[in-house]
């Protein structure tokens, strides 16, 4: 009996080694070259005005942040709205430049629960961030509506979100700034990076400044505006960080960008064969996705009691599913706010995220549901 994973990159080899050989022959593997081919692939996916290729998702969060004090005069502690059930780069985030993470509790989707939000607004509050958490926008529109109401920031935490869409449209264009993830298991696949995605140009532009140790002109832009010679001259605005994502890494960005929508077709395929499967169990419960939405489903999620007993049922049976996430407010960081997600924190001790990924096939599908049917019917 072969183990199924939860996760399992897939990775077109071949297409993707023609594109990191031109890099190699060119020998230009840093900034510029692929990462600007990558940024206009993105925008032309998604449709989106402003992109900037990244060396993670969480370096862009922590750059939506930071751009977003600055030009909004925040001060530290002020208050950014947020979910405890993420991965923990979304809160840290926050905390890098001093402000205070206020968790809200999370709705049938598993995202933000909007009257939680609202309540708990106060004169400090600054920001909302939203986490889609599996690809689900949640009630993302809701949200939207409460930002503009008391003058909010939104910022998205589309880590999860390559590729999905609501009311037609590719998310991201409804936030001040969204941040997508490509680590390696992600639905658009590379070894690690990410985008950044302001909605207003000039944050844009100041961006690129902050992922290159706050350099006014790269060295790429320096290389090919300098017919030939090298510009040295250049002036650091400020301490910036080393953040930007790399040619190899767009590369595969190129080649992986061409297949997200027929690799989240399949992904909706197999999270539609675990939904028949589940049907007839009550006590499996489902995460419903959110309505005129077509969600990318990096994760199929499902509540059970006795969720550890399970997990390693399915262990038992060579079956190696995950968890996503924890609520954050156990790590000792946040504990302050222990108690205070009481939906956020039963979905955190019920929550399995089943195998997901382009290798399954039906009859592994079939295995994984029939296991977990199994250990609940057992467990009567």
């Known amino acids: 009996m072969e183990p199924i994973q939860l996760f399992v990159p897939t990775f077109r080899i071949e297409e993707s080694l023609e594109e990191i050989r031109v890099c190699l022959e060119k020998g230009w593997t840093g900034l510029g ?18 992109a900037h290729f990244v060396d993670s998702a969480t370096a862009g969060l922590h750059l939506a942040v930071k751009l977003l004090k600055l030009h909004g005069g925040w001060a530290d502690g002020d208050e950014v709205i947020t979910t405890p059930l993420t991965f923990v780069s979304s809160n840290h985030a926050i905390l890098y430049e001093n402000l205070k993470p206020v968790f809200a509790d999370v709705d049938e989707y598993l995202c933000l629960d909007p009257a939680s939000v609202e309540a708990l607004i106060t004169p400090h509050t600054r920001a909302v961030l939203y986490v889609g958490l599996g690809g689900n926008p949640g009630q993302l529109d809701r949200i939207v509506e409460i930002c503009k109401k008391h003058h909010l920031k939104l910022i998205l935490d589309a880590a999860h979100m390559t590729g999905t869409r609501l009311h037609g449209r590719h998310v991201g264009w409804q936030a001040d700034v ?52 090298y510009k040295w001259y250049y002036d650091v605005e400020f301490v910036g960080h080393k953040y930007h994502g790399n040619s190899i890494m767009a590369a595969l960005g190129l080649v992986s960008i061409k297949y997200v929508e027929s690799d989240n077709e399949y992904r909706r395929k197999i999270a539609g064969w675990y939904d028949e499967l589940f049907a007839k169990e009550p006590r499996i419960g489902l995460v419903k996705m959110a309505p005129d939405s077509v969600p990318s489903r990096h994760l199929y999620q499902v509540l059970v009691d006795e969720r550890d007993r399970a997990m390693s049922y399915l262990n038992e049976h060579k079956i190696y599913p995950g968890v996503h996430y924890r609520d954050n407010t156990v790590y000792r960081m946040y504990e302050y706010a222990d108690g205070t997600c009481p939906n956020a924190r039963s979905a955190s001790d019920r929550i399995i995220s089943l195998p997901l990924h382009l290798r399954l096939t039906e009859q592994d599908v079939q295995r994984v549901a029939n296991t977990l049917i199994e250990f609940v019917q057992l467990s009567k």
């Open 33 to 50: 070259f692929k990462t600007i081919e990558f940024e206009k692939a993105w925008l032309d996916f998604t449709g989106l005005e402003n």
């Open 178 to 229: 969204s941040v997508f993830s490509f680590q390696a298991v992600k639905n658009l696949p590379t070894a690690d990076s990410g985008m950044i995605c302001f909605s207003d140009k000039a944050l844009d532009a100041e961006v690129r400044k902050w992922t290159w140790l706050g350099i006014n002109k790269d060295t790429y832009s320096r290389t090919v505006s300098s017919e030939g010679t």
